[in-house]
């Protein structure tokens, strides 16, 4: 039998265990996210993100420059924001438009401030295992395996997906609890083979229902990072097929979340799966929420 992961229930746990130590604060955690243009996508997130910070109690702003933004005028933001006292946290949402220069952007975060750890320094604490803030989405997942009591040390983690926000972050935190890791790519030689070996398999390569039954292994605990919207319905049909309940809610809605991972084949090979949505979805926005008030406790000591 396949169980379920719950990230909405995981996500109000760890926040309610935020709550008294931000109670304990003298002063309130603050976070400042900038979201620069008009993605779609990126706005419901950083509404999510504010509207979470809200309910624990916490400062939050948002700021949006517009897309035309230079990168010398975001350089002087965010040393603005660095300056603040007040403010224990900065995020920049990622994408930014294309003739910004990303790299400047998150080197000129200050480290202690740099709550989604994307930092080269905090990249680099993490590399090493010392403390440091750690990517919103990897270090929930590794909560959720915690937190369900799966074991870690000495199993075989197969991450498919090499990204700096998820695939390589994610490798590292597993690699740190004692399992033995191997990261997968788009010029990985026989990818299903190397998925099937996997104890603990990984999506985050943003492919919808690209890891099907052919890379499973029976029994394997699946995690399935990848939140792709389909708005065509033939594709949707081409996955999941004429009568399924996808193709139903797409008819409804005319759009459907699927994951990396066949959602179907998952649920029925697996030992223990993460829907999409509510599966490590909700986790990001709890870690980055426990960042801050990490930031917080760190900075007011
Ligand atoms: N874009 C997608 N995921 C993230 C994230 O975790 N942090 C930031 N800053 N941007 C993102």
């Known amino acids: 039998m396949s169980q379920i992961l719950d990230g909405k229930r995981i996500r109000d746990e760890i926040l309610a265990g935020l709550a008294p130590r931000i109670a304990a604060l003298p002063r309130k955690p603050g976070l400042v996210v900038v979201l620069v243009g008009d993605n779609p996508a990126s706005q419901v997130y950083v509404g999510s993100k504010v509207k979470t910070c809200l309910e624990l109690g916490m400062h939050s702003e948002k700021i949006t420059p517009p897309a035309g933004i230079s990168t010398e005028a975001l350089l002087d933001l965010i040393a603005t924001l660095n300056a603040r006292a007040e403010i224990d946290g900065i995020l ?8 910004i220069d990303s790299e400047k952007v998150l080197d000129a975060i200050a480290p202690e401030k740099d709550v989604d750890g994307f930092h080269p320094v905090n990249v680099g604490n993490l590399s090493i295992g010392r403390p440091g803030p750690r990517p919103c989405t990897p270090s929930g997942v590794m909560e959720l395996l915690k937190r369900y009591g799966i074991e870690t040390a000495g199993k075989h983690a197969v991450v498919v997906g090499r990204s700096d926000i998820v695939g390589k972050p994610m490798a590292m935190l597993l690699l740190h609890a004692n399992a033995t890791v191997t990261i997968c790519h788009s010029r990985t030689k026989d990818l299903e083979a190397e998925c099937r070996r996997a ?4 999506g985050a390569i943003g492919r919808p229902a690209m890891l099907t039954k052919a890379h499973m292994k029976p029994g394997a605990v699946m995690i399935d990072v990848g939140i792709n919207e389909l708005k065509d319905r033939a594709q949707v049909v081409a996955i999941f097929g004429e009568d399924s309940e996808k193709t ?7 759009s459907v979340l699927v994951g990396d991972m066949h959602p179907y084949d998952a649920a029925e090979l ?19 929420m426990a ?11």
């Open 92 to 99: 920049v949402q990622m994408p930014l438009p294309k003739h």
């Open 199 to 202: 104890d603990i398999l990984v």
């Open 248 to 254: 139903k809610a797409f008819d409804k809605r005319g």
């Open 270 to 288: 697996s030992s223990y799966w993460t829907p999409v949505p509510g599966g490590v979805g909700p986790l990001t926005i709890a870690q980055l």
């Open 291 to 301: 960042n801050t008030v990490e930031s917080a406790e760190r900075r007011q000591r």
